[in-house]
């Protein structure tokens, strides 16, 4: 017999998508969902766009794909779900199989019985213990109000300067979002670099961007105080000494899983704070299951525990916690690998699986190459992309792709997560049949020309070295570098690293006046990284022993130009 | 030890691609590339767009991506490779090891000892043989002194009719730039839609959008005859009598393998006219190697051997056939998965594997869905995407993918192509960790809506039909239809084939209202889909017992509408 009772923690995004399929695999069952707050079902990833002013309508945070707002009437009459807003669940009675309710406003308190419990209560922002931390004006952007008091301060235009305290997506896509509202805004981050998603080298093209957008960044910062005046929000003080006035401060560091309904239930919560389940999305209780951003789960690529909420995994979570819910344990979540995407102004950054650092740390033996390309032909208008692809050495299984850049990096890293998820190898990505045409792609893929430069290291065809270690030797080290460029090139722009200029098209007739020994370290680099790798080529087969490339070239280049 | 002579026909995409790709490989090799025509590696894909002036710069067709001219000097500087323009191979002689040239413009004959050969000889365009056919004013699209014939009497605005012949992805391509030029284009075809990569509803689609920008659509037509006044086309005459006038007609029904040097050379041809090649590209000699629009290779999703010639696999065949021709038969090309896409006018279409037509054709028994979504939430302006997903029914496995519409149709056929790719089954696609954030896709990226669909659909907890089955029953047939879509959307725009509108808001409490019995069949449709799919449960709770949906919602109805 189908369980009859299936009652729902939580209201956002694995709660009602556990609840809708339930409905559609139990129609006798009674369902019901708890949400504490005001607002079910609501779009938090796009708060920022909100508050920006992408779009004015809040309502679209909270309406179905053809403009239905999803409220409780809602459920009930097309789902014939209860929903009860504004609504706490204060205790889970496994042994009794009940929860107990409160409600928020008159204070109310009921038992509810369940066959089966989902646990989806999600997460809290996290906030730093420091003074301070509770004046007016110092907000988290977690919730519907806290985007709703954003936007109001945004749209009353009282804020000239705002701090972001965090510099991870949601930070940054917040820093946009004040900025398009003519507010200058400081992201101050205790790492050393945003995004801590995507390896350095590529973090540090995303803050160039935001830099030329006008958002100040600093890293190895921390807050040491809020300060205010007339108990608002005045300044913020940094662990630097420095201090920095502002009308708004946002903490955007970080959330944690809501555990404490489960914790005190005694379910099974994990290392990472989030509710244990296994691969059936299944709790320490069988009756009871969990998803979303209060559990934490596998990454299937390091086969680690770890915890990366996601709004769209949540949703992925409800429907496998559904089925079974109702069926018994038959469908299995696979985990996840971590990806995601975000857009700061034009530029957009993402990653799926490990990258390079990840990757070590969970012991891999990582090899990586960047790639700087394009996302059409140039006659089509191209738009920059610039990748990584980190491979395991021993088996060329693909651990991770990032990509950044101006062009289409969804789609990149959509082929790069479906490559992680069939656990290819570099030898089973060469020659992927994927959509080409001149609107949409060059000739060969961007992601494939990763895999091929991959392939070209892996086999020593191709002796990379990062722009690090260029930069760690510039004017006067052990190296000697070669711009491989045209001389308009050069004069155009250039790195002013204690380079020379010989552009490729002469370098064959020119290997006489290279003014190196056969056993000098050289990188040869240009634009993009195709010329310097014929260069080193043509260098290798003229005797020089030590000739390598630097990767992704200039338009991977993270540092100071002379020009 | 290394093979020392390289020779290569054909300076296009693969010969060109197998040229640079064997210079790394072996640094002391000659290798010499043969082109019959003035250019090599031009970029043929781009020329409907260089024709319709979405750029005007024509040596952009022949330039790397920083915009250096590939011509023989850009080669023997860059790579020593010696490139021979003008210069024709007349004869392949396999037991000397040579071939036999011709130098267009003098005459002259010589031949050229090879250890390895290449043959990447292309394609011709197919012209039918009616009369009038060699009138000026009739042309193909197929090589660069096409596209100029084309760009300049574009250009010279003597051009007011034109005429396409093949509605396939060129022939509309060609269609929006003479359009977009000012041309008045009438495209005409044998078969019964455009753009055969797609089954017929989703082509359909793709028609309703170019006649929605003046292009003129004829199917099930053919072309009699081209007339022609003072010796040059005046119109076109038609199957069904019908004469058009233009001044231009460009015929685009598609290319056939130029496979005469190798026939000739008693190379074994495939039925489909390409050069015979196994997996590591190597014809039936084992010193001569084949790649690009002159072979013929395995559909890997089908198994059976197919001709469908794509500019960004023949660079990757040709690398492939590098590695071979250098280093022995070591690396394998996986064969195609006909992949395609394109963009005419505002509308994109792509395609992955098999459509439902060809899996059948090839033996699969084949299930399918439509799904009809965005690819964005609505708040950031989302564009439509209509895909159509087919699996094999025993297997689930994924058999092809296609996809159409105004939003990001390539991010969409990508992932199918990789899922193909993978060989995945449903299963295996239901949780897909993909990159979500509002600017890129939805909180459930469109392609894994559909593999959700199609999991519904395989479970039986969705039924389906057809938009086919319902226009041939609208207005009396047996089936009953129910618009589940709200008021102000019926009186907006409705299909009036007799259906009846119950807002799904209202459907559990007119349960009673409905005019059907209990055994009569039923359809429910609404915008995109996922109303009528709910609408269907409700119906089916009820007692209901045979209750449809309309897959793909009216986004995918491809038929007139009332209103």
Not at 146 to 167: L, P, S
Not at 202 to 223: F, N, P
Request: glycine fraction near 10%; charge should be negative; proline fraction near 5%.
């Amino acid at each position: 017999m189908d369980p009859q009772r299936i009652v729902i923690i939580g209201g956002s995004a694995a709660g009602p998508k556990t609840a809708a399929r339930a409905r559609r695999l139990a129609p006798d069952a009674h369902i019901t969902m708890i949400e504490a707050g005001e607002n079910i079902t609501m779009s938090s990833c796009g708060y920022p766009f909100y508050i920006g002013g992408r779009f004015d309508e809040r309502r679209h945070l909270l309406e179905t794909p053809t403009g239905i707002l999803r409220d409780p009437a809602y459920f009930k009459t097309n789902k014939d779900i209860d929903v009860l807003i504004n609504t706490e669940v204060t205790r889970i009675d496994r042994w009794g199989k009940n929860v107990e309710l409160r409600n928020l406003y008159s204070g109310e308190v009921s038992t509810l019985p369940y066959d089966r419990l989902m646990i989806s209560t999600g997460s809290t922002a996290i906030m730093p213990p420091v003074p301070g931390i509770s004046l007016p004006g110092v907000t988290a952007l977690k919730t519907l109000p806290d985007a709703d008091y954003i936007r109001k301060v945004r749209d009353e235009k009282q804020v000239k300067n705002a701090v972001i305290i965090g510099g991870g997506l949601i930070g940054l896509e917040t820093a946009e979002a004040l900025t398009v509202s003519g507010i200058d805004v400081t992201v101050i981050d205790l790492g050393n670099q945003v995004l801590p998603f995507l390896d350095w080298e590529l973090a540090k093209l995303v803050e160039k961007q935001c830099l030329s957008h006008g958002v100040k960044i600093r890293l190895e910062t921390g807050v040491e105080a809020f300060s205010g005046v007339n108990g608002h929000l005045s300044s913020v003080k940094l662990t630097t000494g420095d201090e920095i006035p502002c009308e708004l401060a946002i903490v955007a560091i970080g959330v944690k899983p809501n555990n404490a309904l489960a914790r005190e239930a005694g379910l099974k919560i994990g290392e990472n704070g989030g509710i244990r389940v296994n691969k059936y999305m299944c709790t320490s209780d069988p009756n009871i299951y969990a998803a979303g951003d209060c559990v934490e789960l596998v990454n299937s690529v390091s086969g680690m525990r770890d915890y990366s909420p996601k709004g769209d995994q949540a949703n992925l979570q409800g429907r496998v916690a559904a089925d079974n819910m109702i069926f018994g344990d038959t469908v299995s979540f696979p985990g996840t690998i971590g990806t995601g995407i975000g857009k700061i102004f034009d530029f957009a950054a993402g990653s799926a699986g490990l990258n390079h650092f990840s990757a070590e740390a969970a012991g891999f033996d990582a090899v990586s190459i960047l790639n700087s390309g394009t996302d059409k032909p140039g006659f089509m208008g191209s738009k920059s992309l610039i990748s990584k692809l980190t491979v395991e050495r021993s088996t060329h299984r693909i651990l991770g792709y990032q990509c950044v850049g101006k062009g289409d990096v969804s789609r990149q890293v959509s082929e790069g997560a479906m490559a992680i998820s069939a656990n290819f190898t570099v030898g089973q990505m060469l020659s992927l049949d994927l959509p080409y045409s001149p609107p949409f792609s060059p000739a060969i893929d961007h992601f494939i020309a990763s895999v091929h430069i991959m392939d070209n290291k892996l086999s020593g065809l191709i002796k990379g070295i990062g722009s690090r270690e260029v930069w760690a030797q510039k004017n006067g080290g052990e190296l000697r570098f070669i711009d491989v460029r045209e001389l308009d090139e050069f004069e155009d722009r250039r790195l002013g690293i204690g380079e020379i200029l010989i552009p490729l098209s002469t370098l064959r007739r020119r290997l006489k006046d290279i003014p190196f020994n056969n056993d000098t370290p050289i990188v040869c680099y240009c634009l993009m990284g195709l010329r310097s790798y014929e260069a080193a080529l043509i260098l290798t087969q003229a005797g020089f022993n030590d000739v390598r490339v630097m990767e992704g070239g200039m338009m991977a280049w993270p540092f100071p130009r002379e020009k």
